[in-house]
């Protein structure tokens, strides 16, 4: 027997799952030209091979890594063995065209389908169960440290020990440019963004490492021995490759009976960094402590703020100022970014001079008008709508709001020097 391993049968599987496979039906069509494809073509070929009695090590390995990948997707077990019975049938109809075999073989093949479908999906639920009852444990000895509740009795219970210290991370997740694909569920596709990160952590941290994230962010807790003060850059690294997208996180080290101050401080660092609009990465509370204290409210936030005031009805001097700083005072880099020439550059930044009797090419100026920036960007009020605020409970402005929590509406899930700034 001999499979047609050609352009034809794989066009002909491929349409079927779109048709008829509910899982490829939400994928978009650079998925299904892409990846499902591929795969598709590579399975023809393992089989071809097998039939041959040829080694194909190398292919079922890239098998199994693409089937790794189904699995931090979410795309269910059930789904995947279904269609790897239909192409099996569909290839095995290939394969035998013209020639007189026994419907019962065929029936073989449904029936095969039938019973690894069944088994596997009671399987399945079975093991989240067990894992659902263990996350519910973790999940509530999590919510206890944050809350500065006992958790000795919790811990003992789902087999975590409480850490002597923490390294308090809050984190913001950027959205997945799929989440604005009018084909697609964008929730869909933002929980199984959400599961990749989950299973970044837990490849790094294993169960150790607490946390209590939605597909917008959270609070993790990482035990202090766990990893060095460096590895934490790799981890929020990490953590973004597998998002896909950019992840910001503030980082407080706290005692395990102060993790409550801890979590509220890191969330407002966290929420400092957004709204200078730093790069993301991981920032720690020393790297910015200066910036953090003229944030805290009092007359002399309000007093940095009204520097700016004569630059309100001049928005292009302000934003050239705001470029300007980001970049170091790289004129060059300003012009190119802002698509004016260095001249224009150097004449807006006299006018600011001029307006505010601060000038920004003399360092006195300089740090004036920085700290005068970032007090203002909460002087102005907070980063989020207030509507947007309270229907996903992230909190209000910084020293009002508490720890950015996860919607109601989003998987919960416990799971294993001041940067550049975004000046476009």
Not at 246 to 271: C, G, K, M, W, Y
Not at 289 to 308: F, H, N, S
Not at 377 to 405: C, I
Request: charged share 20%; with cysteine.
């Amino acid at each position: 027997m001999t499979i047609p391993v050609d352009r034809g049968l794989t066009s002909t599987l491929v349409t079927h799952f779109v048709n008829n496979v509910a899982t490829c039906r939400t994928l978009p069509g650079d998925a299904i030209s892409g990846e499902v494809t591929s795969v598709t073509r590579m399975c023809l070929e393992i089989c071809a091979g097998l039939l041959d009695g040829r080694d194909e090590e190398a292919k079922l390995h890239r098998l199994a890594v693409a089937a790794s990948g189904w699995a931090r997707e979410g795309v269910p077990i059930d789904t995947i063995l279904h269609a790897l019975h239909e192409g099996f049938r569909i290839g095995f109809d290939a394969a035998c065209a013209g020639m007189s075999l026994p419907d019962e073989f065929r029936r073989l093949i449904a029936i095969s389908d039938v019973l690894c479908t069944t088994v596997t999906r009671a399987y399945i639920r079975e093991h989240r169960e067990i894992a659902g009852e263990h996350h519910t444990a973790v999940h509530t000895l999590t919510s206890a440290l944050l809350a500065g509740q006992p958790t000795i009795t919790m811990a003992r219970e789902c087999g975590i020990s409480v850490a002597e210290s923490y390294a308090v991370l809050a984190l913001s997740i950027g959205e997945h440019p799929d989440e604005h694909d009018a084909r697609l569920n964008s929730s869909v596709v933002a929980r199984r963004k959400l599961r990749r990160v989950q299973a970044a952590l837990a490849h790094r941290c294993g169960e150790q490492a607490l946390s209590l994230l939605s597909v917008d962010g959270g609070t993790l807790l990482i035990p202090a021995d766990l990893l060095a003060d460096d590895q934490l850059d790799g981890l929020v690294e990490a953590l973004s490759r597998a998002a896909r997208v950019d992840v910001t996180a503030a980082l407080v080290t706290s005692p395990a009976a102060e993790i409550p101050d801890a979590a509220q401080r890191a969330h407002e660092l966290l929420d400092m960094v957004e709204r200078l609009d730093c790069e993301p990465g991981l920032y720690r509370f020393g790297d910015l402590a200066l910036e953090y204290q003229l944030t805290r409210p009092g007359p002399g936030r309000a007093r940095l703020g009204e520097l700016l005031a004569p630059l309100d009805k001049h928005p292009e001097l302000y934003e050239t100022l705001r470029v300007h700083i980001a970049n170091n005072m790289n004129r060059q880099r300003t012009a190119r970014l802002l698509h004016i020439h260095t001249n224009t550059v150097d004449y807006r930044l006299r006018r600011v001079a001029q307006l505010t009797g601060l000038d920004p090419a003399q360092a006195s100026g300089l740090w004036q008008l920085r700290s005068a920036m970032i007090a203002r960007s909460f002087h102005t009020g907070p980063r989020v709508p207030a509507e947007q605020v309270a229907s996903t409970g992230l909190g209000g402005p910084v020293g009002t709001s508490g720890p950015r929590r996860a919607r109601a509406d989003v998987e919960v899930c416990p799971a294993p020097g001041l940067g550049g700034v975004r000046s476009a």
